[in-house]
């Protein structure tokens, strides 16, 4: 199995930044790459960006592209996702998660391993 902790979520005022973090363990060898979801109240869970070991090779949400960056510390099995110019839509539970060589990066069901969440909360 693979133990996937997620960090560094809170409240931020709008036009703040969160830094997030992911450090995986266990049988990291079944995961080749490390991504983020994240769930907002009464809505489904949302791709929102994935980064592969290898490259590395970056996936953004198209709506998130410019405001988030995904980064990768392979000697630390960690995972970082910078967020800036946050909105209140951004408030949500943000998920880190790992799988192996999905098929498609935005798809829930390609990926494996899950953290227990963390929230982020952006006032207005």
């Known amino acids: 199995q693979v133990q996937l902790v997620e960090s560094g979520g809170g409240l931020v005022q709008a036009g703040g930044s969160l830094r997030l973090s992911c450090a995986a363990s266990?049988?990291?060898?079944?995961?080749?790459?490390m991504g983020w979801f994240r769930q907002a109240p009464g809505k489904e869970h949302e791709f929102v960006a994935a980064i592969t070991w290898s490259g590395p090779r970056t996936y953004y949400a198209d709506s998130l592209k410019g405001r988030f960056t995904i980064s990768r510390d392979n000697a630390k099995n960690t995972v970082n996702l910078q967020m800036n110019s946050l909105n209140p839509e951004d408030t949500a539970v943000y998920y880190c998660a790992g799988t192996y060589s999905p098929a498609t990066y935005s798809l829930r069901s390609q990926w494996h391993y899950w953290g227990q969440g963390t929230q982020v909360t952006v006032s207005s």
């Open positions: 266990g049988r990291t060898f079944n995961i080749d790459t």
